[in-house]
């Protein structure tokens, strides 16, 4: 099986700093890890992906870091701002295609003005 | 329109009732999906379907039920509603060969 984990439920910045949300994943076998950001009343939305053959990929403002030596994935937000505040879960999955994504309890990202 | 839409998007039931909540999707998608999301607990894959025919049970099946009524429609039923039922489910899709889980806006459930 699979257990995700995030390292903080809650993380508090200033606007205009960087945000560094961290998870942690048990099952080497995960091939595919993605971000989503769930914002209050509303289903989770897709924020960013990575494959298993990547350590790094990036979007608008984010950025997600993959270490698979110590199982352990990363979102960076550039330059964060109000409408970044919501819950961010990690969720990972493996077998491509085969397998629903398992997740992880979330962390919520509260940005100060 | 919304690609994912889940009814109803609220519902208070007692205890022992049958519930049934449905999902419907516009994306074409042959897998779906139902998630249970509990405070801190983040979302529990309770069933999944990858097409018409094919239904599997997730993490917490106990105590529910699914239909997949065609390609479009997936529906999850309790079918004697209990208060640690309470919660907020999620209805998701993604494609063929695709990771990505697509989600709806969410039915809150409550169970009295």
């Known amino acids: 099986g699979e257990s995700v984990g995030l390292h903080l439920p809650t993380l508090s910045v200033q606007e205009g700093d960087n945000s560094i949300i961290n998870c942690a994943y048990s099952n080497s076998a995960s091939d595919y890890f993605i971000w989503y950001k769930q914002e209050s009343g509303k289903g989770p939305q897709f924020i960013i992906d990575?494959?298993?053959?990547?350590d790094k990929r990036q979007g608008q403002r984010v950025t997600v870091l993959l270490n698979k030596t110590v199982k352990h994935l990363s979102l960076q937000i550039a330059a964060t701002q109000p409408g970044d505040s919501a819950v961010y879960f990690c969720a990972v999955s493996m077998d491509t295609g085969r397998r629903a994504l398992t997740f992880g309890s979330g962390t919520r990202l509260q940005v100060q003005p | 329109d919304a690609d994912v839409t889940q009814t109803p998007r609220n519902r208070i039931t007692k205890t022992g009732k049958r519930i049934m909540l449905e999902c419907s999707q516009t994306k074409g998608h042959d897998r779906m999906y139902w998630y249970r999301q509990d405070p801190g607990l983040g979302l529990r894959l309770i069933y999944y379907?990858?097409?018409?025919?094919?239904?599997n049970k997730g993490e917490i099946s106990d105590g529910y039920s699914v239909s997949r009524q065609a390609q479009a429609k997936f529906s999850l039923s309790l079918e004697s509603a209990i208060p640690n039922q309470t919660a907020l489910y999620f209805c998701a899709t993604s494609g063929p060969g695709q990771d990505e889980a697509f989600f709806g806006q969410g039915t809150r459930l409550t169970v009295v």
């Open positions: 990575i494959r298993s053959n990547m």
């Open positions: 379907s990858f097409d018409v025919k094919d239904i």
